[in-house]
């Protein structure tokens, strides 16, 4: 279904206009099925300057990247508004996505591979049989320059949401069109009801967000570690005194060394600076002879220049690293000596993948995002003519989210925050973050600030009590009691388990613990009296340390209760509704 006006290119993708699909379902054209719908949107993403191609392998998409562009939904059936939703649509489809469990398993649910929470972001992965179709400023370039072949092979299943634009950036064709796709039942509850709309006419609106070209809420970026390229090389000597092993190092590249754990004693090391050395070991050969070594990098003019491994220490210097004999009696290794010798006796060097940097758009170019095609997939299931009669009327049920945003900026100490919630809200789910609309803040883990606070080792800012009084109870009683530094998380970890529907004997829908304390979310389950309501909330909460520290802390309350749509069809004639109306169960 495409929209009735024109949202495509740089002049129809435009914040604050809207798109809007007006479309029906009946007997003839089928029957709606809301939950397989999905809205989707082709185009390229590039920068003011150069909209051609992806600026940098460091930035992937934010999770449901499609809701970050947009900042109002609804969605109407015949007339009658059934769900509005606005705001952060981003943040809605991120609890939803909480809420199906593990950030790794997102990738094998059933969901499409950008709705995922998966953090994880790897170097390219290339197997390169000629630099000739490689673009210029592609990393293999720099490390190995002159060279026909390059592997680098990650050890883990490269994450969607960043594999989708690596990918592209080395396209010698230039920048190829990225297509994405999401349920519309991330945005809207109401779509993901588990029925067949038989009849109605049906208009769905998104109003594209402020971020929707710049994509501050759709794109994240972090810096990428450096990391081995290619089969390290064993070194080895036959002579105790010196060894010198040529490698040939441009200017500003990077060596790795590493212990032979591959992960204790790994060093980047850049050429572009003062000389540097760093401890380093070699193989032991026949006769246990071996010096200890050391990397020198000196920075130079020519990229020729070899840079050498160079022996600087005596065979018997008594300082845990000689091995010339295999006992005390030999006159070097003391007990301490022998019990580190196995680890110790191999070193590997490798060449190495530099760092990738975080994208700085203030200083390379603010991003772009222009589609050229946007579309409802609707999926409709189509009857078999006279089988299935006319339904008197029909009623979905679904779970309507409303989502309360509450800036508290910098807070020493403790908050207490009085809101008004829904009549019908039977679930509470509270969660803080940094809400600033940045690349570098990764908003999609909507729970973050809570459990990592200021991200220093103080975690100052994260969560250390919380309650909520609702009808004249408190809940939990006595309040949580958290210390996120020293990881005291269980009980309100253990609540949300039992939120998501994880138990003893069925790990289906959990979060791991370390997970959880990453990007913390507290979940309430409301159950007062069936004669009273209560919409009077009260959260308290109290700050580690020094309290937080972004002007943009962000407490976001969830309020989840349960809609009812019900379709009326009295005209014998026609499988259109005569009238539609949404009600609160409360």
Known sequence: ???????????????????????????????????????????????????????????????????????????????????????????????QLRLSGNRESHDTNAMLGCDSLRQKMLHPERRVGSLAGIRVG??????????????????????DKHKILSDRMDDVHGNSEIELASPISL?????????????????????????????????????????????????????????????????DKFLLAADADGTTGV?????????????????????????????????????????????????FDDDGYSYFGTSQADGTLTADNIASRKLSRTRLLARAAPPIEAYNDAATGELQFIPSEVFLMCVYALPVYGTVPRPLSTQMTFDNIHLIQETIGKVNGSLTKQLTIPVNTTRIVITFQDGAKTL??????????????????????????????????????????????TGQTIVPWADWQSFLKAGINSSIGSQDRSEWESDPAFAFRIMGERSSVAQNLSVKTSFLGTGTQSD?????????????????????????PTSVSVQEVV
Request: net charge neutral; glycine share 8%.
């Open 138 to 159: 592609h990393p293999l370039l720099d490390i190995h320059p002159g060279s026909a072949t390059e592997v680098l092979e990650n050890d883990v299943i490269p994450n």
């Open 187 to 251: 945005a809207l509850t109401s779509w993901g009801v588990n029925k067949f709309v038989p009849g109605g006419s049906h208009d769905l609106r998104f109003t594209i967000g402020q971020e929707g070209v710049n994509m501050k809420k759709s794109i994240f970026t972090q810096r990428i570690e450096p990391c081995a390229l290619g089969q390290s090389t064993v070194l080895s000597q036959e002579d105790a005194t010196t060894q010198t092993v040529n490698i040939a190092l441009p200017a």
């Open 440 to 485: 570098t803040n990764n908003r999609e883990l909507i729970g973050q600030y809570g459990g990592l606070g200021d991200r220093t080792a103080n975690k100052n800012g994260s969560i250390s009590s919380l309650q909520i009084t609702l009808g004249g109870q408190s809940l939990p009683s006595p309040a949580y009691s958290l210390n996120f530094k």
């Open 552 to 576: 943009d802390c962000v407490m976001n309350v969830f309020c989840i209760g349960t809609n009812v749509i019900e379709a009326v069809y009295d005209d014998d004639a026609s499988f259109q």
């Open 1 to 95: 279904m495409y929209p009735r006006n024109s949202v495509t290119g740089a002049t129809g993708w435009l914040p604050g206009r809207e798109a809007v699909f007006q479309f029906e379902s009946d007997p003839a054209s089928g029957w709606l099925v809301p939950s397989e719908s999905k809205l989707y949107v082709r185009g390229t993403l590039g920068t003011k300057a150069d909209a051609s191609k992806i600026p940098a392998h460091s930035i992937r998409f934010a999770a449901s990247p499609l809701f970050g562009m947009l900042d109002q939904a609804r969605y109407s059936m015949n007339g009658t508004t059934v769900q509005s939703v606005s705001g952060d649509l981003d943040t809605h489809a991120q609890l």
């Open 267 to 315: 060093v980047a090391l850049n050429n572009s600076s003062a000389a540097k050395s760093v401890a380093f070991q070699a193989q032991a050969t026949a006769g246990g002879k071996v010096a200890v070594d050391k990397i020198y990098l000196t920075k130079i003019a020519d990229p020729a220049d070899a840079q050498k491994l160079k022996g600087n220490r005596n065979l």
